[in-house]
């Protein structure tokens, strides 16, 4: 059985909900619903039918602490992966992993990690969007070796306060050596550095532009450039210091308030008071909800929708991200037909590995590299964003893309042949498990919904056609009409008529494996796969 995260305990120790959002009634909060907020938040998950339908027999506030457990993040590390990579790996493979130069195989390692089993795979999920989106690092500009240190900060950090999560990341190695602010110094009252992170701080880490406040860019930016003031990064080593002597002796103003010096400041502490005051600014207040939701959820809200979020999320005591996503994931905001969201090319490949290919074995840097390297045809290397500022290539990007499109066609038939895959089985319903023969009807249904989860409200007549014929048949629907001399059909009423006579064969055990590849196969490359629906739930 597979597992998404450990088991935690239940009431009166189980945290309240953020306020703010209307929960999903317990009607409503269906496998599907479980199956829709796993495709969001944990790569899909490799978590079999059991488990969802357990999940689904939960309460949504119940259900939702179980799939993001308070310490999710504890004790999970990249470095340990790449290390324990080199130890599994030998020759050149092992060159691969333990280089110091570049950790060259960080990429194939963090891989791994988001399709490996029992992965804590929203802690990744998470610890993606912040380091590839939201904080946009980039290993073009840092070591890897720092870039996975900033990574594992990340996860530590997923039970903290907001504030301190972008504290911590604002100074940080990476980002130091990326925007260039190590260079930074203050002598004798005459300020030498730049102001690029200064500005990117504001905007990127809180989404405050300033645009109204005529001081913002001669005051705000100018006096946070000073606060980055006084670090050192070694990058090999992977340490970072910051001297209080370098660091200006002066008070400062951001967003209109004084941030006084303090006997023995260092940067990282001025940094920290710059972060409280820019989370509270109005910008920030409305900025950093829209831009959750807008990521995990949907790609447009709606003006209710976002009203909830910012509510929800500036009614918190103190403001943390997960249980900010628990309330969202478990709400009629999100548990809603109209909702849309283009998918991420890392989230396809990753569906791909976790709803239709599972390992069998131990990690194999060989099979973590080959799904890598389709990542990298995707545009979407890991931990080297697209925009070297503004994070990764979004959903919306790759729908208007024909060549990522194209890319991820050609992918899907690489892996479908993949000698690299060798170790990878594909996921069957439990009576062809178990050794019993499936009514192909019944399979292909359930196939639709592990890999696109949208009730089957997408599966049409044309889709259902395909998917019965290479299931009964080993061939496409084509290739089925043409054996019997017949020429293309399109219409509904026909293809239904071929769909049900298709579907009544049986799906036998022994060709099962290869006949449920080559139908989740053509699934995942039919352009339901690359939007995320509401379909049932609540409404406003």
């Keep these: 059985m597979r597992r998404l995260v450990t088991l935690i305990m239940f009431g009166s120790l189980m945290p309240a909900l953020a306020s703010g959002f209307v929960t999903v009634s317990e009607e409503d909060w269906t496998d599907g619903a479980v199956r ?12 079999d039918d059991a488990e969802i339908a357990r999940l689904a027999a939960m309460s949504p506030e119940q259900a939702l602490l179980e799939i993001m457990p308070q310490g999710m993040g504890k004790g999970v590390s990249l470095v340990a992966t790449v290390e324990m990579f080199a130890a599994s790996s030998s020759g050149r493979l092992a060159e691969t992993f333990t280089q110091e130069k570049q950790f060259r195989g960080m990429p194939s390692a963090w891989t791994w990690e988001i399709i490996r089993p029992d992965a804590p795979l929203v802690a990744h999920r998470i610890a993606m969007f912040e380091t590839m989106y939201h904080l946009a690092t980039t290993a073009d500009k840092a070591r890897h070796a720092l870039q996975m240190s900033f990574y594992d900060q990340i996860l530590a950090d997923l039970d903290q306060p907001y504030v301190e999560v972008l504290a911590r990341a604002a100074a940080s190695g990476p980002i130091a050596v990326q925007y260039g602010h190590i260079k930074n110094s203050y002598r004798n009252g005459v300020f030498r550095g730049n102001d690029d992170f200064a500005r990117e701080l504001h905007q990127l880490f809180f989404g405050i532009l300033g645009s109204d406040d005529p001081n913002h860019e001669n005051v705000t930016i100018e006096e946070t450039a000073l606060a980055l003031t006084g670090v050192r990064v070694n990058r090999r080593q992977r340490t970072i210091n910051y001297p209080a002597q370098a660091h200006p002796k002066l008070s400062l103003t951001i967003l209109g308030q004084e941030i006084p010096y303090v006997r023995g400041m260092t940067m990282d502490a001025r940094v920290a008071e710059v972060c409280r005051v820019a989370i509270e600014h109005p910008e920030a207040q409305v900025a950093l909800p829209t831009m959750f939701v ?9 003006a209710w929708v976002m009203q909830q979020a910012i509510e929800a999320w500036n009614a918190m005591e103190t403001r943390k991200l997960v249980p900010f996503l628990r309330a969202y994931l478990a709400s009629t905001a999100f548990h809603r037909p109209d909702r ?6 890392v989230d396809l490949v990753a569906r791909t590995m976790n709803r239709l290919l599972l390992p069998l074995d131990e990690p194999d840097a060989r099979a973590a ?5 389709f990542l990298d045809d995707l545009g979407q290397a890991p931990f080297r964003p697209a925009h070297e500022v503004f994070g990764d290539i979004t959903g919306p990007e790759t729908h208007s893309s024909p060549e990522t499109l194209r890319q991820w066609w050609a992918g899907l038939m690489r892996l479908a042949g993949s000698r690299e895959l060798r170790l990878y089985q594909t996921a069957l319903p439990d009576a062809l498990t178990s050794g019993e023969s499936m009514a192909v009807e019944d399979v292909g249904r359930w196939l639709w919904q592990r890999l696109i989860a949208d009730d089957c409200e997408g599966y049409d007549a044309r889709a259902e056609a395909q998917v019965c014929a290479l299931l009964s048949t080993g061939k496409d629907f084509d290739s089925y009409l043409n054996s019997f001399g017949l020429g293309p059909v399109s219409a509904d009423a026909e293809l239904r008529e071929h769909s049900l006579a298709l579907g009544r064969t049986l799906l036998k055990p022994a060709r099962a494996q290869d006949r449920v590849r080559l139908a989740g196969l053509f699934i995942l490359g039919t352009p339901n796969a690359f939007v995320d629906r509401g379909v ?3 409404t406003k």
Excluded at 340 to 345: F, G, H, I
Excluded at 369 to 373: K, N
């Design 36 to 47: 829709r907020v796993l495709h969001a938040i944990a790569f899909g998950s490799q978590l």
């Design 294 to 302: 807008s990521h995990f959820g949907e790609d447009l809200p709606p």
């Design 340 to 345: 849309v969201r283009r998918v991420l090319p």
């Design 369 to 373: 590299g080959a799904v890598r390297r």
């Design 536 to 538: 049932q739930g609540g």
